[in-house]
């Protein structure tokens, strides 16, 4: 007959049956010291690494531009600066924060974002504040722009959709990926915000891609894109405007033929740090144009840095994807990094007017209050997504595995 288990007799009776040494797991709360050297162990550090270095850099950046800023807006030299530094501490706090959340948790909170955010999107056309000829922000107390809290959102929201695929393949996954698109869409056109239109379109894309469309789909889509841009050209004066002088060739007043010459003036090594003279003239230096300000002060070879940087970032976040097995996972850290990295790859290539203005900061560099709490939420969220047990070994390779079965799918 077996003995019984009992607290008096485990531990003193070797004649206990061995299924009747083991206790059920017992939950814990992990104290504060603990949650940190698993946070640390599981982060990706290079990547935290990088885009602390881009902001400070950019603090740098904005120092160079404050001056030119203060002048605008008839405030003092350094004040855009100062205000820059509590909101990257702000900024960085809230990343460190929303990284320590589990991929979970993520998920919740990026789906709740984009509802809230949604929600807030459709208050923006009636009790918006408008600035500079467009509807964008609401006065909450501080200025805040739904749309820069929208996108990490919005990536979130799309990936958790999509990756209902590998539930149920009859799902229409990809029509409500479209809807959610449009409905976007057609709320930031009516600020209206090209731009913003363009890169929530472009992380569409990269995640529909990635869901496995097949490629006749993927050409339907690109259709789509295209008549859309064609769409907001007649529609929409401000896109027209744009559109027009972008091809029409600039002049000396437009703001993204100042931003040019501000950024060529420093050449190779620039002007040095508050000696640059064009950055005086070019209306928003801090914010939408602070990459003609580093090309001024600090030289060509300072701004291909910080393109490099960038392509780090991105090339890092998805590096870590390489093998992830959770397509969820796979989805949102790709639409997270598409987000930054197309955001300062627009933003770029306007200073450079190589594309017509966008009014899009630059992320991590730019000055900014809710822009750069939201780009800091975002990061966040990216640094929890690709969170990993480096202990933990994969056994398929995350995208491998799925071109894979996106090359079976079109076979079939």
């Excluded at 640390?40 to 935290?48: A, G």
């Excluded at 739904?146 to 393949?169: H, N, Q, T, V, Y």
């Excluded at 004066?237 to 003036?265: C, E, K, M, P, W």
Aim: aromatic share 10%; glycine share 10%; charged share 15%.
């Amino acid at each position: 007959m077996s003995t019984a288990y009992s607290p008096s007799n485990h531990g003193t009776n070797s004649a206990v049956r061995g299924d009747a040494k083991f206790h059920a797991p017992v939950p814990t709360r992990r104290g504060l010291g603990e949650k940190m050297r698993v946070w640390w162990r599981e982060v990706d550090k290079w990547l935290l690494g990088l885009v602390l270095l881009l902001m400070m850099l950019g603090t740098v950046a904005v120092a160079a531009a404050s001056p030119a800023a203060g002048n605008q807006y008839n405030v003092g030299e350094f004040v855009f600066f100062k205000r820059h530094i509590v909101f990257q501490m702000l900024g960085v706090g809230v990343m460190v924060a929303v990284s320590f959340v589990s991929r979970e948790n993520a998920r919740r909170i990026g789906i709740l974002m984009a509802v809230a955010m949604l929600f807030l999107l459709f208050l923006v056309p009636i009790i918006g504040v408008e600035k500079n000829g467009a509807r964008r922000w609401l006065d909450l107390g501080m200025s805040l722009q739904p749309s820069e809290f929208l996108k990490p959102g919005f990536a979130i929201l799309l990936a958790w959709m999509l990756s209902w695929r590998l539930r149920d393949p009859e799902l229409p996954v990809l029509g409500y990926a479209t809807l959610t698109m449009a409905l976007v869409g057609a709320l930031l056109m009516l600020q209206p915000n090209l731009g913003a239109t363009i890169l929530f379109g472009g992380v569409w894309f990269v995640l529909v891609l990635l869901s496995g469309v097949s490629i006749q789909r993927v050409a339907a889509l690109i259709l789509g894109g295209l008549a859309s841009i064609t769409a907001a050209y007649f529609l929409y004066d401000n896109a027209r405007y744009r559109i027009d002088s972008f091809f029409g060739g600039g002049t000396a007043f437009d703001q993204v033929d100042l931003a040019q010459r501000t950024l060529l003036n420093g050449g190779w090594t620039g002007s040095g740090l508050w000696l640059g003279t064009r950055k005086m003239n070019l209306p928003e230096a801090h914010t939408d144009y602070i990459f003609s300000v580093i090309g001024e002060e600090f030289g060509l070879l300072m701004c291909g840095l910080f393109l490099i940087l960038f392509v780090a970032i991105v090339a890092r976040a998805l590096v870590r994807l390489v093998d992830e097995e959770n397509l969820f996972a796979l989805l949102a850290g790709a639409g997270l990094a598409t987000q930054i990295g197309g955001q300062a790859f627009i933003n770029m290539l306007v200073n450079l007017q190589l594309f017509p203005s966008k009014g899009m900061t630059l992320p991590l560099v730019s000055y900014g209050g809710s822009s750069t709490i939201a780009v800091c939420f975002t990061i966040g969220l990216l640094l929890a997504i690709t969170r990993r047990n480096p202990f933990l070994e994969r056994e398929t390779p995350g995208l491998k595995n799925l071109f894979e079965r996106q090359k079976n799918e079109e076979r079939t």
